[in-house]
């Protein structure tokens, strides 16, 4: 039905005082101006106005007045209209959706799965009430509590409509992350439109801080911070050693760039990058404050051409006051990974800091991060040979993938040219600072006043604490088989001489602590015991994970390649080795092996175990039977 036909059988829909309005606060300033065009020729068309008039007084053409009012007259899922929302710049009312059926003969798959849950649910609607029922019905439960409690019935009811090869089943978490998203959606439509008040939605399940910086000649340095990822415009080839020691290629790749910059003086305070197209974790976000807590030395260039400006650095190493500094306001988005628990735990728990989590697609309220992003793409990134406009033209793209691959650079050039890049950021003056660096303003603060700081004077034991997690796990053991005691973590099993004798203590709790950027074959452990804790020593990992040292990151990679079926360990082998092995091998026909072996950092040769040592480990130091 066109749009004058719908206007003719409903002609109440011309009464735009019914229509839902947004709030102009929250349109962005760069398209307010637009909505208002928009908004008074479409009030204009309704009114009577011939088409003639509104092109001459609005700009707008007969065919882009009936697509605008087609917008706005487009019904929700709830049935009202959106309104004068869809005259939004940018605003998508027509969801994603998907036409092809999922391959069943991939079996845990993580792409090419875009709309397939909402196709799920288009498909199946005694679904999707099950799921309206509980999300819309839950109070304050956030959509992941809701999504875990309802998982397991949800896959029951799609095991009766779909076949154990079909989606949901034929994925790697079997639904899981989109059920949440689902659910976050289903409310956000439901909420924003109820009794067609906009304002009811906003706090409905949250009620985020604005994180409108204060004013920032009135703040000192560290007491507020802006926290960031970016998706660099740029493409890089990595090329790695081969089992040879033959050059080997990953394919084009991009990076996400995490940056903590400081309000008071625009410098960056630390950063961390994250290989690869698909989004950040929450360890990504600790170690760019890892960065800024530890101090900064200038690397060794290999790069030709490539030098540190005078004054070039970051706070940490070049004010000798900021050393060991602790930011006390952090501000966020809410991405997922700002507000997952170690990122949570680590800022407030371990640095003392407040987390601000400003509202999301407003960077309005992050102005400085969002300011240097933008500088580092238009005078960074984009001027290198491999840098390009996503708003370009294709030929751009193509240009800049092409270089890519002609100045192929290893990881640590990519690391060189990241920390040139941002060092020479915090030596380049700004106005707002009366022509001085970031750098050159820090120890200028730091010289003339005489406010307590917060520092520690260890800042790399600090450091090391953000990048540590706590597990309360259960000891298993015994049994039919009568096996020692251990502890199960990471689909490894962990033990020592103590916990082996600890028969009498299989099903109790202890507590685990790991540092995940370090070497993940030891963790220490502690049985609790009421209001006490004894501690248990340092645990060490069975095979086939106990040769060669790795971190978190990289036992979870070979865990998702051994999950797939893709990699098969025989007995007494270690896990990381035949993995790099096999990917090695693999490189040779597909640069996609390459590119694991990349994201997955550099792996160490293996630590081949001592017999002499390993047999004084099995002998206990006392009895296991007292003789009478």
Known sequence: MSVAERLAVAPELRDTTRWDRPRESDIPKDHI?????????????????????IKKNHGYAKSQIYRMLGRCLTARPNGTIYGFHALIPGVSIAPYRRKSPVNPELAAQTKGLAGAFMQLMAEHESLYRYVEKYALNSGGKSAATVAKAIRAEFLKKCAKVRAPNQYPFNTDDQGARALVRFIDRMREEHYATKNGNEDEGVGAFESPLTAQPSGAQQLRPFEEAEHDGHNGDFYFVIKTHGRRGEWIYTTPMRLWLLILIDRASRAILGYAYRLGSTNYPAISVMRSF????????????????????????????????????????????????????????????VLGATINYGRVRFPIARPFIERLNQTLETHGFRRLPIGFNPKGSKEERERALKAASEHAVTSDELDQMIDVMLANYNADPHEDLVNRSPNEYIRMWDSQTASPLRRIENPEELAQRLLRVEYIKTIRGGGESNRPPYIELWSARYTNDVLRKMTDSISKKVRIVVDVDGDIRLIRAYLRKGNKELALGILKAGPPWHLTPHTLEQRQMVRRANKLKKLVVKPGTDMMQTFKELRQREAQERKSATNQLVKAGRIAEPQMPSRERDAKARVAKSAWIKLR
Do not use: Q
């Open 33 to 53: 101006e637009e909505y208002r065009r928009r908004k008074m020729a479409v009030t204009a068309y309704l009114n009577g106005t011939s088409f003639a008039t």
């Open 290 to 349: 890892v960065h800024a807590m530890t101090p900064w030395k200038p690397k060794i260039l290999t790069l030709p051409h490539l030098a540190y400006k005078e004054g070039a650095g970051f706070p940490s190493g070049v004010a000798p006051r900021a050393r060991g500094r602790m930011v006390d306001l952090v501000c966020f988005d809410g991405a997922k990974a700002n507000t997952a628990k170690v990122t949570m735990r680590g800022l407030t728990t």
